[in-house]
């Protein structure tokens, strides 16, 4: 089956999936599966985790990531996170840094928290990278020291979406696509990156924007023989967030939704012979 109506279960990390028919669809070199209601098979990481990419141990040093966690902190909120640009947008040397109020510059992968501090289920946040109805591709450069968020590049050109994302996109922080573990059902290892999100609340979110969301489901995009998971979430803020708490009712209610989300991610490769 493609979709199952069910709640996702605890977004706790690691955890795999409960076992769910898949449907393949191979087409060149990406394949797709179905839209799968439970939470990916990826690891919690942070500063320190010596297999995470970007980031080193602590005792090593305190380079790829700020000296404090606040993932370990209480009381978390986005108002304490700040960005500041480097460079000219459209322009390879652009990085947007991140920093805590007090702290530094920190990590955006690493040191914001992944759960909220009431721990509400299946609300986590979100860094945004991509507002919607935008086509730059920007992500956060998991190689790089702080881990800055900047424009994609590829073929030595910096990289455009052939037409724009109807969502706001971004990644759940402290999340991890481990490169070294199977999926089960899948198949396929990880794609050595966080986890990306697919926000589809009616707000557009700003570049580097923290923002609470609620988890609905999950989608499986096989792309070069690599697993590469869409959390589909709806701002909490957002009037949405109090229609729907899973895909059940996302496909009940607004039905277009979840095809957009599915059609869009099958074809956006298309016009580069994909």
Same mark, same amino acid.
């Given at each position: 089956?493609?979709?199952?109506?069910?709640?996702?279960?605890?977004?706790?990390?690691?955890?795999?999936?409960?076992?769910?028919?898949?449907?393949?669809?191979?087409?060149?070199?990406?394949?797709?599966?179905?839209?799968?209601?439970?939470?990916?098979?990826?690891?919690?990481?942070?500063?320190?985790?010596?297999?995470?990419?970007?980031?080193?141990?602590?005792?090593?040093?305190?380079?790829?990531?700020?000296?404090?966690?606040?993932?370990?902190?209480?009381?978390?909120?986005?108002?304490?996170?700040?960005?500041?640009?480097?460079?000219?947008?459209?322009?390879?040397?652009?990085?947007?840094?991140?920093?805590?109020?007090?702290?530094?510059?920190?990590?955006?992968?690493?040191?914001?928290?992944?759960?909220? #501090?009431? /721990?509400?289920?299946?609300? !986590?946040?979100?860094?945004?990278?991509?507002? =919607?109805?935008?086509? %730059?591709?920007?992500? @956060?450069?998991?190689?790089?020291?702080?881990?800055?968020?900047?424009?994609?590049?590829?073929?030595?050109?910096?990289?455009?979406?052939?037409?724009?994302?109807?969502?706001?996109?971004?990644?759940?922080?402290?999340?991890?696509?481990?490169?070294?573990?199977?999926?089960?059902?899948?198949?396929?290892?990880?794609?050595?990156?966080?986890?990306?999100?697919? #926000?589809? /609340?009616?707000?557009?979110? !700003?570049?580097?924007?923290?923002?609470?969301? =609620?988890?609905?489901? %999950?989608?499986?995009? @096989?792309?070069?023989?690599?697993?590469?998971?869409?959390?589909?979430?709806?701002?909490?803020?957002?009037?949405?967030?109090?229609?729907?708490?899973?895909?059940?009712?996302?496909?009940?209610?607004?039905?277009?939704?979840?095809?957009?989300?599915?059609?869009?991610?099958?074809?956006?490769?298309?016009?580069?012979?994909?």
């Amino acid at each position: 089956r493609a979709f199952v109506a069910r709640r996702p279960p605890s977004f706790a990390l690691p955890h795999r999936p409960a076992d769910r028919g898949a449907m393949r669809v191979p087409r060149g070199s990406q394949a797709w599966a179905a839209l799968i209601l439970a939470v990916p098979l990826v690891r919690a990481v942070r500063k320190g985790a010596e297999e995470a990419p970007g980031g080193e141990p602590k005792d090593a040093a305190s380079e790829a990531a700020g000296e404090d966690h606040l993932g370990d902190m209480p009381g978390f909120s986005p108002d304490t996170i700040t960005t500041m640009v480097v460079g000219h947008l459209g322009r390879p040397e652009y990085r947007r840094f991140f920093s805590a109020d007090d702290r530094g510059t920190i990590s955006p992968w690493h040191d914001i928290p992944l759960h909220t #501090e009431d /721990g509400t289920p299946n609300e !986590k946040w979100m860094v945004a990278e991509i507002p =919607k109805m935008t086509s %730059a591709k920007f992500e @956060i450069h998991t190689e790089e020291r702080y881990n800055p968020m900047a424009q994609d590049i590829k073929n030595g050109n910096l990289r455009h979406y052939h037409q724009p994302i109807f969502w706001n996109y971004g990644f759940l922080p402290q999340t991890w696509e481990d490169p070294h573990e199977v999926h089960p059902q899948l198949k396929v290892k990880g794609d050595n990156d966080p986890l990306d999100v697919v #926000e589809i /609340g009616h707000a557009t979110h !700003k570049q580097g924007q923290v923002v609470r969301v =609620k988890v609905l489901g %999950a989608l499986a995009m @096989i792309d070069h023989g690599e697993l590469d998971w869409k959390i589909i979430a709806v701002d909490t803020a957002d009037p949405l967030a109090k229609e729907v708490d899973d895909i059940g009712d996302l496909e009940r209610l607004h039905p277009h939704v979840i095809s957009g989300i599915r059609e869009w991610f099958r074809w956006y490769k298309a016009p580069d012979g994909k």
